[in-house]
């Protein structure tokens, strides 16, 4: 019998994150995938540096690729320096994949990064979220309800 997944992803150090992306799409269901690197990309994740901000993953292949990410050169790595925004192999279970093929192409859903991050064994994973695009009024609507929060905030704080 199958162990259930825990509700949340055990981050230990998260490298990058990707906040525009909760403001930009409506998050429907969210993966852990591993994320197949070369030596000198993890030095560069270890090191903390890297950024999805305009990255996504698409399923090609019965595979699914993490599409112009950023991990910079590691400084040491010589001429075995790894190539920046290379597409990098996302490692999921082969029912995953066919359950967010099937979204992205029946559904139009889209495959957004959220954050990397190591876990607590020391692996790289990317948190990758199954997401429907906001469009401009539905960013208006969000902005409104942030800014209503935050005043309700300071009013409860100012008048106890």
């Known amino acids: 019998m199958a162990r259930p997944k825990p509700a949340t992803f055990d981050k230990q150090k998260t490298v990058a994150e990707?906040?525009?992306?909760?403001?930009?799409?409506?998050?429907e269901d969210k993966f852990e995938a591993g994320i197949a690197l070369q030596g000198t990309e993890v030095k560069a994740l270890r090191a903390g540096e890297a950024s999805i901000a305009e990255s996504y993953a698409e399923v090609r292949d019965g595979?699914?690729?993490?599409?112009n990410a950023n991990i910079p050169e590691f400084?040491?790595?010589n001429r075995?320096?790894?190539?920046?925004?290379?597409?990098?192999k996302?490692?999921?279970?082969?029912?995953?994949?066919?359950?967010?093929?099937?979204?992205?192409?029946r559904k139009g859903m889209t495959l957004v990064p959220l954050s990397v991050y190591f876990n607590k064994t020391g692996r790289a994973k990317v948190e990758l979220?199954?997401?429907?695009g906001k469009q401009a009024h539905d960013?208006?609507?969000?902005?409104k309800e942030r800014d209503w929060k935050?005043?309700?905030a300071r009013l409860m704080r100012e008048n106890g």
């Open 18 to 27: 990707n906040r525009r992306a909760r403001f930009d799409y409506y998050i």
């Open 63 to 67: 595979q699914v690729w993490l599409v």
């Open 75 to 77: 400084s040491h790595g």
């Open 80 to 88: 075995f320096n790894h190539e920046p925004r290379r597409p990098r």
């Open 90 to 105: 996302l490692l999921l279970h082969a029912r995953e994949i066919e359950k967010l093929f099937g979204a992205v192409e």
């Open 129 to 132: 979220a199954l997401a429907k």
């Open 139 to 143: 960013k208006r609507q969000t902005i």
């Open 150 to 152: 935050r005043d309700k």
